[in-house]
């Protein structure tokens, strides 16, 4: 219709530019003559240009029927996958595994995008537990990619491989591809997740340096799982009773986490069983001034250096400031027991138990009177310990020991505790001879 107005406006444009010197036209083909005026030549020849035009489009519609026939064919067959495609997607949604997965692969064959189908007709047919099924839509799916996208189909497989529990498979397939791409984000998070499930400790604490510098997971996701995978290796090493392998799991520990109130205390009684008390004394007190955990405070006071009464001092130092401390207490008491200071650790475990009784505190009270023969009042705390294992009620006062707790103590233990340790009661060291 544009082409019409163009020329019929050029047509109107000659006309009015001829109209006074019209000229003509004179064609002699023997033995014909034609002879006419410019303008009803050129009007004449703009005629025949859009019946000739009109015709040949005619003649065009009926020779190639058939194709535009199929291509319209393929455009609706095309929506109807793509509809189709979508009712997959929905149902996959809905838990209809079954109904999904005939959906999908039925409209795969007429759609753009095939591997699309292909696709989510696996994961439909994982959730059957069709894994032959799954596996021969995936290397269909790789059919119809190009070579740089059928990386996606092979992390794809990897990922459902490890959903169902496959991890063999999974974990072989996902190094394979971590060669390939090292710095795909999706296939290292995915080979992370895989060593955690299998509890490849050592594969994953060599991974958390890639974890943390790409920022694959977040913050917090990241410092639980580098917490976890570090601790859980160096068990797995405890467990192995291999000193050399611990101590390399220890080296490997990130220093910001050497002092974690998860994993330091593996270590240290590894330290402990090996006779080092003096590098888990050292370990101990830096970490107790940087990050004061009542675990580390009971180490303290099962860690045996070569200067006792340095640990003692400190401990007593700490007691100053939390008098009422129940694990400070015990720990100064134990080291108390390993100087043979009786008196000082009787003290302290009879402080101890009054403001929060233990079965373990009883039973250390019970032996050290028993070592001092008091075997009555040996006997009671045993007793008392006993109670508190079978679920029985034992009334203590906030303050202090009630009247019964100081006559089972053999009258040793005072009625209300002292507010501060320069009590020369609580402190003053007994005689040893």
């Not at 596996?135 to 092979?154: F, P, S």
Request: charged share 25%; with cysteine; net charge positive.
């Amino acid at each position: 219709m544009k082409l019409l107005f163009i020329s019929l406006f050029a047509g109107l444009a000659i006309v009015l530019l001829v109209k006074d010197y019209p000229g003509y036209v004179l064609i002699n083909y023997p033995p014909w003559v034609m002879e006419t005026a410019l303008p009803i030549f050129i009007l004449l020849l703009v005629v025949l240009y859009f019946a000739v035009n009109y015709l040949v489009r005619i003649v065009s519609t009926f020779l190639f029927v058939r194709e535009k026939w199929g291509s319209w064919r393929r455009r609706r067959q095309g929506l109807r996958a793509q509809a189709a495609f979508a009712q997959g997607l929905l149902k996959t949604w809905a838990g209809r595994w079954v109904e999904a997965e005939k959906l999908l692969t039925r409209s795969a064959t007429n759609s753009a995008y095939p591997a699309l189908h292909l696709l989510a007709a696996a994961h439909a047919a994982q959730q059957q537990g069709g894994f032959s099924r799954r596996d021969r839509y995936l290397n269909a799916a790789k059919l119809h990619v190009k070579d740089q996208d059928q990386l996606v189909v092979d992390i794809i497989r990897a990922e459902l491989q490890m959903e169902s529990g496959e991890l063999d498979s999974a974990e072989k397939q996902l190094r394979g591809l971590y060669e390939r791409a090292p710095k795909n984000l999706r296939i290292m998070r995915s080979l992370a997740q895989v060593y955690h499930k299998k509890q490849d400790w050592e594969h994953l604490t060599g991974l958390m340096k890639t974890l943390r510098d790409q920022k694959i997971v977040n913050r917090s996701e990241f410092q639980a799982l580098e917490v976890e995978a570090h601790r859980s290796f160096l068990q797995q090493m405890l467990d192995a009773d291999e000193p050399l392998a611990v101590a390399n799991a220890w080296i490997g520990v990130p220093l910001k986490l050497r002092e974690h109130e998860r994993i330091l205390p593996l270590y240290v009684r590894s330290l402990i069983a090996q006779g080092e008390g003096n590098k888990a004394e050292q370990l101990l007190y830096s970490a107790i001034k940087h990050n004061w955990q009542d675990i580390f405070i009971e180490l303290y006071g099962l860690t045996r250096s070569n200067n006792l009464n340095k640990q003692l001092h400190r401990l007593e130092t700490w007691l100053q400031g939390k008098p009422r401390h129940t694990v400070l207490l015990q720990a100064a008491a134990r080291i108390c027991l390993v100087s043979k200071l009786w008196g000082k650790a009787r003290s302290y475990l009879e402080a101890a138990v009054a403001i929060r009784p233990s079965q373990e505190m009883y039973k250390e009270l019970g032996d050290l009177l028993e070592m001092m023969g008091e075997t009555q009042a040996a006997v009671n705390c045993y007793r008392r310990g006993l109670a508190l294992a079978v679920g029985e009620t034992v009334n203590v006062n906030g303050r202090g020991v009630p009247e019964r707790e100081v006559q089972l103590m053999g009258g040793k233990a005072r009625e209300s505790l002292p507010d501060s340790l320069d009590d020369k009661r609580l402190l003053a060291s007994q005689s040893e001879d």
